[in-house]
């Protein structure tokens, strides 16, 4: 693994342009894998989670041409492939590989799928909602092992959990289904939108969009198309609170800011001046220290849980004291300690942390420890006072394209060392 120097503190400033996002990009790849048409799918992000979908594509016998944009051709897979298990394990998402590969091949045997240590995250809730669809599937020995005897079945499902992965696990499934299936309280992130509009653009029948009843109606096929993958709205929200914590003024381009309303809302309330259009936004601190603000997080519209280490670090160097709260993960604090080091003050209480404001950070050593940890890290060092390294930032090359090249244009002092 790879570390970062980094020399502050730095005011971070300017332009950015945010690249397409890492959790649409994902499900739409694996629903390519439900599509015999060719498809060319644009804005996809140069990122380390999407390479190993790729390498595991491959496997697969799916034709791939990694340009600009990504062209995918699906028609003919191996039934006879053999994963790499590591690939599998160094995702979450590769979870969404037993959907399509029940539809196309008829059974799976595979790895469980890894990810952040941010939490357990179990795979229940996707087994459960597969099983009631008609798939025969279950653990074993650390794999799941799934087969089905001709199609999906569609089904009526009420959700227990609000959960991104299972909602999109069911609708890779019933896309193909024999009738009707309704998933009632399903999640609502953007990203899930993104993949219905995708999904809708080569021939699905999926209602209800961004809202908590979604209708997928069976079709017979689906066609090839282009695609625009939607922009990372974590991104977005990460950039914004570089501005914040340096008192610097950054301007988001190809972004917008309709999915990130709480976000802004609670930026404006530290005292930041925010403004928007209709693809951009922008933050000004007018070199004044942010109030610290309380946040819970929660399933979208709520505040995300993927901004709560970036937000978290701003109340440590806010005014005044602030809760943040984390109802998603419950292992999601582990880089408190570290911005503790740096002399943050910061008290953690089961799914609570409780911060009293500092006027200044200083370096110090540290080691990343999840995607979003270690951005809040890699921030942190660029307001601190001297230099920090920050061990294992591969972390971050899963969810962040060009970091520390989009970081320099702002400002930021970062050396990578291989
Ligand atoms: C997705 C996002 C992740 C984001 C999270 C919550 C991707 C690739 N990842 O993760 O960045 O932080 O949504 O917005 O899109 N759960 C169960 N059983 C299950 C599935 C989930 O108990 O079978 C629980 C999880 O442990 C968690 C909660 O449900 O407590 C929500 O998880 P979920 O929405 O499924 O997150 P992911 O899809 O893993």
């Known amino acids: 693994m790879g570390k ?53 594509f491959l496997h697969l016998g799916v034709k791939i041409k990694n340009g600009k944009s990504l062209i995918i051709n699906a028609s003919n897979l191996h039934t006879d492939f053999n994963f790499p298990q590591n690939l599998i394990k160094s995702i979450r998402a590769s979870i969404w590989l037993v959907s399509p590969l029940l539809v196309r091949l008829k059974k799976i045997h595979m790895s469980l799928p890894g990810g952040c240590s941010i939490g357990m995250r179990p795979i229940d809730l996707h087994i459960k909602y597969l099983q009631k669809l008609g798939a025969n599937i279950y653990i074993k020995n650390n794999c799941i092992i799934a087969s089905i005897d001709k199609k999906f079945k569609g089904s009526h499902i009420i959700m ?74 974590i991104e977005t929200g990460t950039f914004l609170i570089a501005a914040a914590i340096s008192k610097g003024y950054i301007i988001c381009k190809n972004t917008n800011p309709k999915n990130l309303k709480i976000v802004l809302k609670k930026l404006e309330y530290t005292g930041a001046e925010i403004k928007t259009g209709k693809n951009w936004c922008s933050i000004n601190m007018n070199n004044k220290r942010p109030k610290a603000v309380n946040i819970i997080t929660g399933p979208y519209p709520n505040f995300p849980t993927d901004m709560q280490p970036q937000f978290t670090l701003l109340n440590c160097i806010s005014s005044g004291y602030s809760i943040v709260q984390e109802t998603i993960f ?68 899963r969810g962040y394209e060009n970091i520390e090249k989009k970081l320099i244009s702002l400002g930021a002092k970062i050396k990578r060392i291989k």
């Open 4 to 56: 970062f120097i980094i020399k502050g503190p730095v005011k971070l400033k300017g332009e950015i342009n945010i690249s397409g996002s890492k959790n649409a990009a994902l499900p739409i790849l694996f629903a390519s894998l439900l599509i015999k048409e060719v498809i060319e799918i644009k804005n996809i992000p140069k990122l380390k989670d999407i390479d190993i979908v790729i390498k595991l």
């Open 160 to 233: 227990e959990k609000n959960s991104v992965g299972a909602t999109i696990s069911i609708i890779l499934a019933a896309i193909y289904a024999k009738n009707i299936t309704i998933i009632d309280n399903a999640a609502k992130e953007p990203e899930i939108k993104d993949l219905i509009n995708f999904l809708n653009i080569m021939g699905a029948k999926i209602k209800g969009a961004g809202t908590k009843k979604i209708i997928i109606q069976g079709v017979l096929k689906l066609k090839g198309g282009i695609y625009t993958i939607m922009d990372d709205r």
């Open 330 to 397: 419950e292992n999601r604090f582990l880089y408190i300690h570290q911005l503790n080091k740096m002399g943050a003050k910061i008290l953690i209480d089961n799914n609570k942390v409780f911060c009293q404001g500092v006027t200044s950070l200083y370096s110090s050593t540290m080691k990343a420890t999840d995607l979003r940890a270690s951005i809040s890290l890699v921030l942190a060092a660029c307001i601190a006072t001297g230099i920090t390294t920050i061990d294992n930032i591969d972390y971050i090359d």
